[in-house]
């Protein structure tokens, strides 16, 4: 009977423990994202390899002071790398806009916004020519990039308060910026209205149309703005006559991943107070998750201040390979807010069998009380387990290594194709029934390029489905436990 039961735990799978991070911080170099009520928001971080050796690399703004980048070494081991001085920034996302092979920078700033252009080993120049942006002189803090042909992608970019006009910064919600691009550079049109947009994704919505999810801070819109969504082929805002619910919420950041496995991503809205999922329906319309799911993450889980919590970067990652996506969210009061929890830990909660999720934060090392802004989960050692970073207003960077004991096995996939669309941004990966999309966008004014990150659970193989951006559908198969470069 003794060996009867230990065949039948095997057959159930790995038994997992608790998650367990180690903070590093201290491997980090020094650095802050610093400044007064400009910088209340933003602060987002990008992460990327810019050198080729298959390790994460860090971009982190800077507001006030100067933006960092930060070069991984393996083992947790980083150096400050040369890069122009950059002020006023807010946040970053990688983008390979000229399909070269190394990742560029597109710096969200206040004032004229930065495509950074890569190079070897690293190196970042002020992009010009191709990459040329119109002039601008807003307050960026939202970004995102699509491809609709084999050329350079179309960009998004929204801004938050306008600073010019006289009658704010209440009911002065600047407009967001479709970026198209031309024979030289990119032409810049305004997408009205705008309600003070802190976060934009273009992906696949639950109908299946390519579309911009704009997520808006009604602490400056107030009354009459609203969650947004623009379909990019009929070029137009959804109503409510589309099935387009008007939600207003403080919208800080946007999550996405299919967590029902229905092949519809669910959408994470982070926020003040309530921490908003939505679930895809198979009309195509979205409906909020009941409260029983456990993540509305609406107070601190620990210490006694029983006022909600600010939610800001919001990201799915399986972070003990149990073949489960779980939840990750940066929380820090905006400064000094009052009606809002002033020590607000970060959350983690981890998705259990039942699809339900469980606060685990404080136990697994990942409680911070700092002002978190932007993070981000990425292998940054190469062990097949995701780690995390995170950026704080006026604290340190800070780095957790993932030292979950027993984890499961995993798959590390990247997509490589030929034309302008290079990592084919758009596309679909099905790993072993767990799906994901390769996007440039959402978040909390930053992102990252790399590989998707696939937790098996005791699944020493893998059989992958890939949905291309041309709608070509390729199958693969192979061994866990190894990260591998697909292309059609």
């Known amino acids: 009977m003794k060996f009867l039961s230990v065949i039948l735990c095997l057959l159930a799978g790995i038994a997992h423990a608790e998650p367990l991070f180690r903070d590093l911080s201290h491997r980090l170099p020094e650095h802050r994202y610093l400044g ?27 507001g006030t002071g100067p933006a960092g980048l930060f070069v991984n070494h393996d083992n947790f081991t980083f150096t400050a790398q040369p890069l122009p001085d950059i002020r006023a920034s807010t946040g970053a996302y990688p983008i390979d806009i000229n399909a070269d092979g190394f990742m560029d920078l597109f710096v969200l700033r206040i004032g004229q916004n930065i495509i950074l252009k890569g190079g070897p080993d690293c190196s970042f120049t002020p992009a010009k020519g191709a990459f040329a942006l119109p002039a601008a002189d807003q307050w960026s803090t939202a970004f995102s ?28 919600c600047d407009s967001h910026e479709i970026l198209m691009p031309l024979t030289d550079g990119y032409q810049s049109s305004s997408l009205d209205p705008g309600f003070c947009s802190l976060s934009m994704l273009a992906t696949k919505d639950a109908s299946g149309a390519l579309r911009l999810r704009i997520s808006n801070d009604r602490q400056y819109y107030v ?53 908003l999922m939505q679930m895809a329906q198979l009309d195509g319309t979205y409906r909020n998750a009941p409260y029983s799911i456990g993540t509305y993450a609406h107070r601190p889980y620990l210490g006694d201040d029983g006022r909600p919590s600010t939610g800001w970067h919001a990201q799915f990652g399986d972070m003990d ?59 940054f050692d190469g062990d097949g387990r995701l780690d995390v970073l995170v ?23 990247s997509l490589i194709q030929p034309g302008g669309n290079r990592h084919a941004i758009g ?28 937790g098996l659970d005791a699944a020493t193989q893998a059989k992958i489905t890939v949905e291309w951006p041309s709608g070509q559908i390729t199958h693969h198969k192979t061994a866990a436990n190894q990260a591998i470069t697909l292309s059609p």
């Not at 009520?37 to 703004?61: E, Q, R, T, Y």
């Not at 609709?148 to 209440?170: I, S």
């Not at 950026?391 to 996939?413: F, M, Q």
């Not at 596309?427 to 696939?454: E, K």
Request: hydrophobic share 35%.
């Open 145 to 172: 990039a699509w491809w609709q042909d084999d050329g350079r992608p179309e960009m998004a970019v929204g801004n938050y308060v306008d600073l010019k006009n006289p009658e704010g910064p209440f009911f002065a």
């Open 223 to 275: 009354r009459g703005g609203y969650e947004q969504m623009w379909d990019l082929k009929e070029r137009r805002f959804l109503e409510t006559s589309d099935g387009w619910e008007e939600i207003s919420i403080w919208g800080m950041g946007i999550a996405s991943r299919d967590i029902t496995g229905d092949g519809r991503e669910e959408v994470m809205l982070t926020s003040m107070g309530d921490q």
């Open 36 to 62: 007064g009520w400009n910088h209340f928001v933003g602060g987002g971080v990008a992460v990327m390899d810019c050198n080729g050796d298959s390790l994460p690399d860090i971009f982190a703004a800077g």
């Open 391 to 413: 950026l704080n207003r006026r604290a340190p960077l800070e780095i957790y290594r993932n030292e979950t004991p027993d984890a499961g096995h995993w798959l590390a996939v």
């Open 427 to 454: 596309a679909s990966v099905t790993v072993n029934g767990d799906m994901q999309r390769t996007i440039i966008g959402g978040g909390h004014a930053g992102g990252q390029a790399g590989p998707l990150h696939f």
């Open 321 to 379: 390979n149990d073949g489960r996506a779980d939840l990750f969210i940066s929380k820090g009061n905006v400064d000094q807010m009052p009606s809002n929890a002033i020590k607000d830990p970060n959350n983690l909660l981890m998705q259990q069998a039942d699809g339900t999720f469980r606060e685990m934060g404080q136990s697994a090392g990942l409680a911070s009380t700092e002002r978190a802004r932007g993070a981000a989960l990425a292998d």
